[in-house]
């Protein structure tokens, strides 16, 4: 035996110095090696993890389920990628307001540095000096916009022009279009003062057709970012992606090159002037790093944001709304009692008109909390090792919040899957404060740039609607309430409504 030992070791010194200290170095590297409590979570399959576990799932949904199994704090494993998911408000509030500087970074994805151009944009650029930087721009941007009366006037106009078109429909009609067309209109009014008159304009084709087709094909993500070898050869639905996201950013560089043409510092017209002065304030500083943060490619991206963000958000949260007050006739009949107290035939709307429409707010955060639109919100990235929960999560640890869990937490909400807007009003029928476990526009340092638009032209664009009609679904048809899609974006799917005006 000793002899077949022997003749087993290496003859040289050096291969045996290189094979002793391998084996004393793995030893101590296992011996000495930082110990991580992590999250437990549900197991899957080797190489691909859960990923067949949830899709043509309600993604959402299933989270929720696992996190009755697992606790409110749990790993998943997608392909490559390992993501903790957060589903109940304690854990929540902690990773996003009491260490909201360790959670405030955003996942290294392969789609989503293509797609937003080397990770130029605000929602998902990795936390830091330059993300600061253009956020700053753009809620300086967006403040201007809210100042005075511009977001009333939109509202205003978008609904005369939606409620016009939508009374020449006879008979019962799908009115998602023309919400599309609506919250399209409060969109580009606001980045490029454009308003479309109809389906058929340019800006409607432009930025809702083409987000359309971007959202069908986007669906439940992409494998790139699970499986890196399809990297190499992509698949045919991220190349139509690519394809059509490269559509709507050369349609923005077109609307920025044309504001610089006709740019005036002293008459800002929009949210793309204010972009265009901050970029010529840098230039005008000498300031060669600062200069190089707000290049015209950040400025694409940033509108890019807003116009993805801002679109498919409100539009599907109003579809939810309108369905809702169909759905439930006595609900709606308080609501049409109180907007009629409020805004005139003439449907022109004002900001200060939000704070005599308590019950349609209420009603607006109620299917917020039903059907939160974004349920599982954009992932995060712990910018170092950290905890939450009582475990560990190491250095790059991708988050996930799940909004949909928060929002049906039997223990933060009664009769949680009831729909009640008078959860939300006080003894004297006023918004009280917002609930801890109502989260639909995230918290801490990446909350939702543009919640303090989508807030009141929401509100103020729903309170029109139902000034203007009265809603039932078509005649013989049902809707079970349920989401209809499977992607990142939860939907009602198309119904029709009979809509019947009451001016």
Same mark, same amino acid.
């Given at each position: 035996?000793?002899?077949?030992?022997?003749?087993?070791?290496?003859?040289?010194?050096?291969?045996?110095?290189?094979?002793?200290?391998?084996?004393?170095?793995?030893?101590?590297?296992?011996?000495?090696?930082?110990?991580?409590?992590?999250?437990?979570?549900?197991?899957?399959?080797?190489?691909?993890?859960?990923?067949?576990?949830?899709?043509?799932?309600?993604?959402?949904?299933?989270? &929720?389920?696992?996190?009755?199994?697992?606790?409110?704090?749990?790993?998943?494993?997608?392909?490559?990628?390992?993501?903790?998911?957060?589903?109940?408000?304690?854990?929540?509030?902690?990773?996003?307001?009491?260490?909201?500087?360790?959670?405030?970074?955003?996942?290294? /994805?392969?789609?989503?540095?293509?797609?937003?151009?080397?990770?130029?944009?605000?929602?998902?650029?990795?936390?830091?000096?330059?993300?600061?930087?253009?956020?700053?721009?753009?809620?300086?941007?967006?403040?201007?916009?809210?100042?005075?009366?511009?977001?009333?006037?939109?509202?205003?106009?978008? $609904?005369?022009?939606?409620?016009?078109?939508?009374?020449?429909?006879?008979?019962?009609?799908?009115?998602?279009?023309?919400?599309?067309? +609506?919250?399209?209109?409060?969109?580009?009014?606001?980045?490029?003062?454009?308003?479309?008159?109809?389906?058929?304009?340019?800006?409607? =084709?432009?930025? *809702?057709?083409?987000?359309?087709?971007?959202?069908?094909?986007?669906?439940?993500?992409?494998?790139?970012?699970?499986?890196?070898?399809?990297?190499?050869?992509?698949?045919? &639905?991220?190349?139509?992606?690519?394809?059509?996201?490269?559509?709507?950013?050369?349609?923005?560089?077109?609307?920025?090159?044309?504001?610089?043409?006709?740019?005036?510092?002293?008459?800002? &017209?929009?949210?793309?002037?204010?972009?265009?002065?901050?970029?010529?304030?840098?230039?005008?500083?000498? !300031?060669?790093?600062?200069?190089?943060?707000?290049?015209?490619?950040?400025?694409?991206?940033?509108?890019?944001?807003?116009?993805?963000?801002?679109?498919?958000?409100?539009?599907?949260?109003?579809?939810?709304?309108?369905? /809702?007050?169909?759905?439930?006739?006595?609900?709606?009949?308080?609501?049409?009692?109180?907007?009629? +107290? *409020?805004?005139?035939?003439?449907?022109?709307?004002?900001?200060?008109?939000?704070?005599?429409?308590?019950?349609? !707010?209420?009603?607006?955060?109620?299917?917020?909390?039903?059907?939160?639109?974004?349920?599982?919100?954009?992932?995060?990235?712990? $910018?170092?090792?950290?905890? *939450?929960?009582?475990?560990?999560?190491?250095?790059?640890?991708?988050?996930?919040?799940?909004?949909?869990?928060?929002?049906?937490?039997?223990?933060?909400?009664?009769?949680?899957?009831?729909?009640?807007?008078?959860?939300?009003?006080?003894?004297?029928?006023?918004?009280?404060?917002?609930?801890?476990?109502?989260?639909?526009?995230?918290?801490?340092? &990446? *909350?939702?740039?543009?919640?303090?638009?989508? =807030?009141?032209?929401?509100?103020?664009?729903?309170?029109?609607?139902?000034?203007?009609?009265?809603?039932?679904?078509?005649?013989?048809?049902?809707?079970?309430?349920?989401?209809?899609?499977?992607?990142?974006?939860?939907?009602?799917?198309?119904?029709?409504?009979?809509?019947?005006?009451?001016?």
């Amino acid at each position: 035996m000793l002899e077949c030992l022997t003749q087993l070791w290496p003859e040289s010194v050096v291969t045996q110095a290189l094979v002793v200290g391998s084996v004393v170095g793995l030893i101590a590297y296992n011996l000495f090696k930082k110990r991580y409590n992590l999250p437990p979570g549900p197991k899957g399959w080797p190489f691909i993890g859960n990923l067949l576990q949830v899709r043509g799932t309600l993604l959402f949904r299933k989270l &929720r389920e696992w996190s009755k199994i697992y606790g409110p704090v749990m790993t998943i494993q997608l392909g490559t990628l390992k993501a903790v998911i957060l589903s109940r408000i304690d854990v929540v509030t902690e990773a996003l307001v009491t260490r909201q500087a360790d959670f405030a970074g955003r996942p290294d /994805t392969y789609v989503g540095f293509i797609l937003t151009e080397g990770g130029n944009d605000i929602v998902n650029a990795s936390y830091g000096p330059r993300w600061k930087l253009h956020r700053k721009i753009a809620s300086k941007a967006l403040r201007h916009y809210l100042m005075g009366d511009n977001l009333s006037r939109k509202v205003s106009q978008t $609904l005369n022009i939606t409620t016009k078109l939508m009374r020449k429909e006879q008979g019962a009609f799908d009115p998602f279009p023309y919400l599309s067309l +609506s919250i399209s209109n409060m969109m580009t009014g606001m980045l490029f003062n454009k308003i479309s008159e109809d389906l058929d304009s340019e800006y409607y =084709k432009a930025y *809702v057709v083409t987000l359309d087709e971007f959202m069908k094909e986007a669906g439940e993500g992409f494998l790139e970012d699970s499986i890196p070898p399809l990297r190499l050869c992509p698949t045919p &639905r991220f190349r139509r992606v690519a394809r059509v996201s490269k559509k709507i950013s050369d349609a923005i560089r077109k609307e920025i090159a044309a504001h610089k043409n006709t740019f005036n510092k002293d008459e800002m &017209r929009d949210f793309t002037d204010a972009l265009i002065q901050a970029q010529q304030e840098a230039g005008e500083g000498d !300031d060669p790093v600062l200069m190089s943060q707000i290049t015209n490619t950040h400025m694409v991206m940033t509108i890019f944001d807003l116009v993805f963000a801002g679109t498919e958000t409100s539009r599907n949260t109003l579809h939810w709304c309108l369905l /809702t007050l169909a759905l439930h006739p006595d609900i709606q009949k308080k609501v049409h009692q109180e907007v009629d +107290s *409020v805004i005139g035939p003439d449907l022109n709307v004002h900001v200060s008109d939000r704070e005599k429409l308590q019950y349609t !707010d209420a009603v607006i955060h109620e299917v917020m909390r039903l059907r939160t639109v974004v349920p599982i919100g954009v992932a995060h990235s712990t $910018l170092c090792d950290t905890t *939450v929960g009582g475990y560990d999560l190491p250095k790059g640890t991708m988050v996930i919040i799940n909004h949909d869990a928060l929002h049906f937490d039997p223990d933060q909400w009664e009769d949680v899957n009831a729909f009640k807007p008078e959860r939300f009003l006080d003894s004297d029928g006023k918004m009280g404060p917002k609930p801890d476990s109502w989260l639909p526009f995230s918290a801490g340092r &990446r *909350v939702c740039l543009g919640e303090t638009v989508a =807030k009141p032209e929401i509100h103020l664009f729903l309170a029109g609607i139902l000034r203007a009609f009265s809603l039932s679904l078509a005649p013989g048809t049902h809707h079970d309430f349920e989401p209809q899609s499977t992607g990142a974006v939860n939907t009602p799917g198309r119904y029709k409504l009979v809509m019947k005006s009451r001016i």
